[in-house]
C-alpha cells in the first residue's frame, strides 16, 4: 500500500461517547482533502466499549491499536505515533476540541521547514471559544511558567492536544519518551529541541469539552514529571544535545 501522507493518530480512554462523532466529522473532513490519510486509534485499555465503537466505525484507512490495563496518554500517544506509518503525523484528542480544520496552520509550518508544529491557545491569534474550568487555566499557567524555567524556554504552551510532527521527528521524538503520564507532550518537545529540530507554536482555536478525563492526581504527576525530565536528560536517557541547543534552545527568535 502507498504511504499515507498523513496519520491522525487518536489517544481513547473510554471514548465510546466521543468517538462516533468525532470519526463521522473526520470522514466528512477527509472528502475535503487530497490528502492520502490514515487514522490510528489507540484504545488505552478503555473498559467501556471503545473498541467495539471504533470497529463499527472502522474502515479503509482507520485502525485500531489496543492494550489493557489503562497506561495513560503519553503512552497512548507514544504507541499511536511510532506505529503510524504517514510521511506527517497528527496527534489530536478524542474530542477535537482543536477542529481538525486547524490542520492546514500546522501543515503550512512543517512546509516552510519546522520539524514539530504544535497548536497553541497561548499565542497571539488564538481562539477559545469555550473556555476550560477556571482552576484548570490556572493550573496550566503555573505549569507552563515551570516547563518554560526548567525545559523549554519560549514554549507558551505545551499542553494544547493537537500537534503536527514529520515522520522523522516523531520516530526520533517518541522513540526517546519514557514518560506514561500527562507530560509526554513536554518530553517529546524536549527531545525534538534537543535533537536540534525546530518547533513552531502555532495559535488555534479550542472548543473545551467538559466530560474531562484529567483527574487532579494525573495533574499533581505532571508536576513532578518535569523534575524527572530533566533528570533524565542530566542521566543521559534522551542522548546528547544537538550543537544548536546547546548553543542556546535552538532557531533564534518567538517561533521557538
Ligand atoms: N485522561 C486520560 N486521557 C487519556 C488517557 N489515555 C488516553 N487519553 C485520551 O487523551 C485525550 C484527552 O483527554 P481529555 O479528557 O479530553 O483531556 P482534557 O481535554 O485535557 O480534559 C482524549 O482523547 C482521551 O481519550 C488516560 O489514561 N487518561
Ligand atoms: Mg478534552
Known amino acids: 500500500m502507498t504511504r499515507p501522507q498523513l496519520s491522525i493518530v487518536i489517544p481513547a480512554y473510554n471514548e465510546a461517547r466521543r468517538l462516533p462523532e468525532t470519526l463521522s466529522h473526520l470522514n466528512r473532513w477527509f472528502r475535503s482533502t487530497t490528502l492520502r490519510t490514515e487514522v490510528v486509534i489507540v484504545d488505552d485499555g478503555s473498559t467501556d466499549g471503545t473498541a467495539k465503537v471504533a470497529r463499527e466505525a472502522g474502515g479503509e484507512g482507520i485502525s485500531l491499536l489496543r492494550h489493557t490495563p489503562n497506561r495513560g496518554k503519553g503512552y497512548a500517544v507514544r504507541r499511536g505515533m511510532l506505529a503510524a506509518r504517514g510521511e506527517r503525523r497528527l496527534m489530536t484528542d478524542a474530542d477535537l476540541s482543536t477542529p481538525i480544520e486547524e490542520l492546514p496552520r500546522l501543515m503550512r509550518e512543517l512546509d516552510h521547514g519546522a520539524a514539530v508544529a504544535i497548536g497553541s491557545r497561548a499565542v497571539a491569534g488564538a ?54 503520564g500527562f507530560s509526554f507532550d513536554v518530553e517529546a518537545l524536549f527531545v ?23 483527574s487532579l492526581g494525573g495533574g499533581g504527576a505532571a508536576f513532578a514529571d518535569l523534575f524527572r525530565i530533566r533528570f533524565l536528560a542530566w542521566r543521559g536517557v534522551y542522548g546528547p544535545a544537538a550543537a544548536s541547543e546547546a548553543a542556546g534552545g535552538g532557531e533564534p527568535g518567538p517561533s521557538t
Open 127 to 180: 481562539r477559545i471559544e469555550v473556555h476550560q474550568p477556571a482552576y484548570r487555566e490556572a493550573m496550566g499557567r503555573v505549569f507552563n511558567r515551570l516547563v518554560q524555567l526548567l525545559l523549554l524556554p519560549g514554549l507558551k504552551d505545551t499542553q494544547c492536544g493537537f500537534k503536527l510532527f514529520t515522520a522523522r521527528a516523531a520516530a526520533e521524538a517518541f522513540g526517546a519518551c519514557r514518560l506514561d
Open 192 to 214: 525534538a529541541r534537543r535533537r536540534g529540530r525546530r518547533i513552531v507554536e502555532v495559535p488555534v482555536v479550542w472548543r473545551n469539552d467538559e466530560a474531562s478525563r484529567v
